[in-house]
């Protein structure tokens, strides 16, 4: 198993005022490249604390979080920063698109943050929107686009970057289900075309069972359901 990424041992845990709470503890989890696994639970089970864990956006409380065999708390703030942007694709349920940039400006981010020639990172942001179904909206802000669309955006902004890792955390939540179904497919179809590793933390249970692997996190623990 050729492994991308490692979390051993890990916990988190949140004071409020004297009293901690524990979200998780002693929780491990190997993620092959190229697995599409999804992430089951209760609201409030720690499904997108364990998400953001593992696309470096925030620490663990105690364990181990190891990327391509690097320990990621080895790494400097600046490095984390350098491994999100080149290596980790990130979808939000809600888009979180700057209102102000048309669709190829907000797909062009991750590239301008790598000092990017803003010519070459249009270009490449507009292949990936048309590779979205997008290429008659490109000049559209957010504002001028259906939530299915933004979505797609969101998803072409994720993809710029040719990563290696998607994480999307309930990417299909706030759609309709005709919507949230094109979107999951399309999901689908972009983790094949770019051999991505996809995370995707769901609530629906149908998207869940088109994961050839499934966990299931509860009472702080992280359960295989299948896979």
Not at 56 to 77: C, H, I, N, W
Not at 193 to 214: E, I, K
Request: hydrophobic letters at 40%; one cysteine or more.
């Amino acid at each position: 198993m050729n492994e991308l990424l490692r979390a051993s041992n890990l916990a988190k845990r949140f004071q409020t005022g004297d009293t901690t709470l524990t979200i998780f503890e002693n929780l491990n989890l190997t993620i092959a490249a190229g697995e599409m696994l999804a992430i089951i639970g209760e609201s409030g089970a720690g499904k997108s604390t364990l998400l953001q864990i593992l696309g470096t956006l925030d620490s663990p409380s105690d364990g181990e979080l190891y990327f391509k065999s690097q320990a990621v708390s080895a790494m400097r703030e600046d490095q984390r920063a350098e491994l999100r942007n080149r290596e980790i694709g990130f979808v939000w349920q809600f888009h979180r698109l700057l209102p102000e940039f048309t669709a190829v400006e907000n797909a062009s981010m991750p590239l301008l943050l790598r000092g990017m020639n803003p010519a070459e990172a249009g270009k490449r942001a507009a292949e990936c929107l048309q590779e979205v179904g997008l290429s008659g909206r490109l000049r559209h802000r957010p504002g001028e686009l259906s939530g299915g669309e933004q979505q797609r955006v969101a998803l072409a902004r994720a993809l710029t970057g040719a990563p290696s890792l998607l994480l999307a955390d309930e990417p299909t939540g706030n759609l309709d289900h005709r919507t949230g179904e094109a979107v999951f497919g399309l999901i689908e179809e972009l983790h094949a075309a770019h051999r991505l590793t996809s995370v995707l933390v769901t609530h629906n249970p149908a998207f869940a069972a088109r994961c050839p692997r499934v966990l299931e996190i509860a009472n702080g623990m992280l359960t295989e359901v299948k896979g």
